[in-house]
């Protein structure tokens, strides 16, 4: 197991490193976010050791304008589930979805 290190760092360093980069290359033109949103104590900064038994790994959120949402989202799914590696810095970049007992793999 990896040394703990809190959720925003590698996060950001999973973005710039590999996220924008595949984006930049096949969406030059693109205007996006991403962000890490939502629930959990990696998002505000709370996450300890013990966070990483539970949903634990590289994750984002990217936002696509109203606009493009359609003619774009497809490709760029496809481009990311292509060329992003499955782990980064020693945990997971991928989820299963979540099971009977809404528990992810």
């Known amino acids: ?5 809190p959720r925003l760092t590698p996060n950001q360093r999973y ?4 996220v ?3 984006i930049a290359d096949a969406f030059p033109r693109l ?7 939502g629930y959990g104590s990696d998002v505000l900064g709370y ?6 038994d539970h949903e634990w790994g590289q994750r984002l959120l990217i936002f696509l304008d109203e606009s493009e949402f359609h003619a ?12 992003l590696p499955p ?3 020693g945990y997971s970049t991928a989820f299963s979805p979540k ?7």
């Open 72 to 83: 774009v989202s497809a490709a760029l799914d496809e481009q990311l589930r292509k060329h």
């Open 31 to 37: 205007f996006y976010a991403a962000a890490l949103i």
């Open 47 to 52: 996450d300890t050791e013990r966070s990483t």
């Open 87 to 89: 782990t980064f810095m």
């Open 15 to 18: 973005y710039e490193s590999i």
């Open 20 to 22: 924008r980069p595949i």
């Open 99 to 105: 099971d009977h007992l809404g528990v992810r793999g």
């Open 1 to 5: 197991m990896p040394p703990f290190v």
